[in-house]
């Protein structure tokens, strides 16, 4: 199935902890993103890249660091989590350039407890 | 700054009735909009797509408009079912910078049988 996938769906982890969110496209796009949706559902961008490139990074605290390896693929690691960190990750991906619009993952669900 | 504002917040209608979900934006100049629905603990589905060049587009049930001019689109669902219960949300990309979208603040619909 073509489609942007991220895991783990759920993660329980204790504060001051590390962790890490996996984003795989098969889409053939050249840009992906992480977004994050607070407990008010409201929805926003942390970061973007294209080709492996950091194109956009808004204003995120600096525990939160994206990796991309290759232009399918764009992690999230969260250093030292805190209670506020508690959100709905999610993954998507775009092709630049074209009229298609951005694809979205099934989403992460965050608790730091 | 843009700014997109969903009303209304919340929606509770019987089966097989047709729906209006209201989206606006504060800049006109928008690149493109984009429809997407959000069912409970899950990911954002696409549902439409309309380029700043564009009046409509529709698919199946579902009828999107764009008046640019005036800053908002409209989302039609036409014969609800009690599938269609979700939330809906919209975004526009930032002008020129298309690999950041602003979301609106959503319109939860729950259609009953």
């Known amino acids: 199935d073509t489609a942007v996938s991220q895991t783990p769906k759920y993660l329980v982890t204790q504060m001051g902890n590390d962790k890490s969110i996996k984003c795989e496209q098969n889409?053939?796009?050249?840009?992906m993103y992480w977004y994050k949706q607070d407990s008010k559902k409201f929805l926003k961008i942390m970061f973007s890249?294209?080709?492996?490139?950091?194109?956009i990074n808004e204003t995120v605290p600096n525990r939160f660091s994206p990796k991309s390896p290759d232009k399918a693929h764009l992690n999230l690691h969260i250093n030292s989590l805190e209670l506020g960190d508690s959100a709905v990750y999610f993954c998507?991906?775009?092709?630049?350039?074209?009229?298609?619009?951005?694809?979205f993952g099934s989403g992460t669900r965050l608790t730091v407890v | 700054k843009q700014e997109v504002t969903q009303i209304p917040a919340a929606l509770s209608v019987p089966e097989g009735e047709n729906l209006v979900l209201n989206c606006s934006f504060t800049d006109s100049a928008i690149y493109n909009l984009q429809w997407f629905r959000q069912d409970p603990g899950k990911g954002l589905t696409s549902l439409l797509l309309?380029?700043?060049?564009?009046r409509e587009q529709t698919s199946g049930r579902l009828n999107a408009s764009l008046d640019k001019s005036s800053g908002r689109s409209t989302l039609y669902i036409a014969a609800s079912q009690p599938g269609d219960s979700a939330t809906y949300l919209c975004?526009?990309?930032?002008?020129?910078?298309?690999?950041?979208?602003?979301f609106g603040t959503g319109t939860r619909l729950q259609v009953f049988p």
């Open positions: 890249y294209n080709n492996k490139e950091l194109i």
């Open positions: 998507a991906s775009s092709q630049a350039g074209t009229d298609y619009g951005y694809t």
């Open positions: 975004a526009v990309p930032i002008l020129y910078n298309t690999d950041k979208l602003i």
């Open positions: 889409l053939g796009h050249d840009t």
């Open positions: 309309i380029q700043s060049s564009q």
